[in-house]
């Protein structure tokens, strides 16, 4: 294999500096995840009392869930009128008393924030259209009885992606300000304590035409702890490996997006509200299948081919700005971060819950990263696009995190990227960033990029949870390094060492 050496270096405007300000923060449950109640997802067909996937979602603590997608815009709530589960479609999913019990108490035992997505009922916002108006009765039903349960909520959303449906719909985004104003009074008198009220966050926008939107939307309502938008790449077993792709982050809307959010909503976080590889995770392709049914056999979903660019994308969005990043999802549809039977749409009580490759990238994130931001670049005369780094300081979210050195807050957290599957990378630290040795777990491919097989410093990890037990501690001890670090071809290296702020 061919090997090439690349310089890291801390830059702060231009100048290498050994010590430097932090560029930015981000939330300690950055790295979070979505569970979308869609009816093809699953969501109607997964145990929520399950063990294998609490000890799962458990392993990823601390996250936030989000409950939301497009399956909430159809989603009947039973508090507020009796539905019965034997009718669920893809337009119409009752949410019962028993499920979302089971639902929210996994929630809380895997220590994570619920941020629930509200019904914007859009069935009947494509009757009416223009003349639709948004009704809370139906919401305040429900939360009516998660009052009486006494289940904590963190925070609201309402409605999923309008914006794709303004040509279906003809839905403008006056109608879904209008229904977030309303939505607020709401929750103003069930919730009259302000420090205890939920947080109320979107517009969760899609593909179509996000800034008109956004604009549109926060011209007539911006008081938001977070703004959201969704975004997806486009990898594919053609692509999987090149710089465009793995760098949407940079080309899809974060030239405008940040700004407008700074401009028009200034108290409000940025957040990646739904993200994932590819779209169509909704029928299970991935991406991988034609018009009509017969498969492209090109999805990467759920193979080690998507794990260097959970990590670039995780990275990138951070030193953009990002607050949060809800990953598209958990469970349900070939793109999640664990795998359950039935083509991913269904789980039993005690079936088992598949390690996706992509879990490792969270699972790891939780145990090195801290929450300050720092500048970390690539410093070559080439600036190889093949090589990215990313670095933060602080403690690790995680109560398993390593606790190496004795430094505490003064932890750095490291992840370098090769997405090159060919060539060896050697990277050199800068003396004024990286004096002394830095401790390293580098994921790679365990049967190939396009397998489901994930190795740690070329150790096997386990391929699902059986046994119910949550995994804790990293599984494999990291490799004490000094000098150059070697990056394997289409590799992620995580790495604890000092931090230079």
Same mark, same amino acid.
């Given at each position: ?20 300000? +932090? ?7 950055? &790295? ?8 093809? #997802? ?40 009796? /539905? ?18 089971d639902f929210h108490e996994m929630a ?32 305040? &039903? ?54 205890? #009220?939920?947080? %109320? ?8 035409? +996000? ?31 090149? +710089? ?41 392709? /991935? ?26 994308? %995780? ?18 549809? #070939? ?18 819950? #598949? ?91 365990g049967d190939g ?39 394997? +071809? ?12």
């Amino acid at each position: 294999q061919l090997s090439r050496m690349f310089v890291v270096a801390v830059m702060v405007a231009g100048v290498v500096a050994g010590r430097h300000d +932090p560029i930015g923060q981000v939330n300690d449950r950055y &790295a979070s995840w979505t569970i979308d109640s869609s009816y093809n #997802r699953g969501f109607v067909h997964i145990d929520f009392t399950n063990a294998n996937l609490l000890a799962g979602a458990t392993s990823l603590a601390p996250s936030t869930l989000r409950f939301g997608g497009g399956g909430n815009d159809y989603l009947q709530y039973a508090p507020y009128e009796n /539905c019965n589960s034997s009718n669920d479609n893809d337009n119409f999913v009752c949410l019962n008393t028993s499920h979302w019990n089971d639902f929210h108490e996994m929630a809380m035992k895997s220590g994570s924030d619920f941020l629930f997505g509200i019904s914007f009922g859009l069935v009947q916002a494509c009757i009416e259209k223009e003349k639709y108006v948004w009704s809370s009765t139906a919401a305040v &039903a429900m939360i009516k009885y998660i009052q009486s349960q006494k289940q904590p909520i963190w925070g609201f959303e309402l409605g999923n992606e309008i914006n794709n449906r303004v040509d279906s719909c003809s839905l403008a985004p006056a109608q879904q300000a209008a229904a977030f104003a309303a939505f607020k009074t709401a929750l103003a008198e069930l919730y009259p304590d302000e420090a205890t #009220r939920p947080k %109320l966050l979107g517009p969760d926008i899609g593909y179509k035409d +996000p800034e008109v939107w956004l604009q549109g939307f926060l011209g007539n309502f911006s008081d938001l702890y977070g703004v959201t938008y969704h975004v997806y790449s486009w990898l594919s077993k053609k692509n999987y490996d090149l +710089p465009m792709p793995i760098d949407n982050a940079l080309r899809d809307g974060e030239s405008w997006y940040p700004p407008l959010v700074h401009s028009m909503a200034p108290g409000a976080q940025i957040w990646a509200g739904e993200d994932g590889p590819i779209g169509g995770g909704e029928d299970g392709s /991935c991406g991988g299948e034609f018009a009509n049914g017969s498969s492209t056999n090109k999805s990467v979903c759920g193979t080690y081919a998507t794990v260097p660019w959970y990590a670039n994308d %995780l990275g990138v969005r951070a030193t953009l700005g990002f607050k949060q990043y809800q990953r598209q999802d958990l469970i349900g549809g #070939r793109y999640a971060l664990m795998g359950i039977p039935h083509d991913n749409e269904a789980l039993g009580t005690t079936d088992p819950v #598949r390690l996706n490759p992509d879990f490792w990238i969270n699972f790891m994130w939780k145990r090195i990263m801290g929450s300050t931001v720092l500048n970390a670049t690539v410093n070559t005369e080439s600036l190889d696009p093949h090589i990215r780094v990313y670095a933060h300081c602080g403690v690790p979210p995680s109560p398993h995190a390593p606790k190496l050195l004795g430094l505490g807050a003064n932890q750095m957290g490291l992840v370098l990227i090769n997405i090159n599957t060919s060539t060896t990378g050697r990277v050199r630290f800068d003396p004024g960033f990286l004096a002394k040795s830095v401790t390293l777990w580098t994921l790679t491919a365990g049967d190939g990029v396009f397998g489901e097989t994930t190795l740690l410093n070329a150790h096997p990890l386990q391929p699902s949870i059986a046994d119910g037990v949550p995994i804790g501690a990293i599984p494999v001890a990291g490799n004490e390094v000094r000098g150059d670090i070697t990056l394997p +071809p289409f590799s992620v290296t995580f790495g604890i060492a000092e931090c230079p702020v």
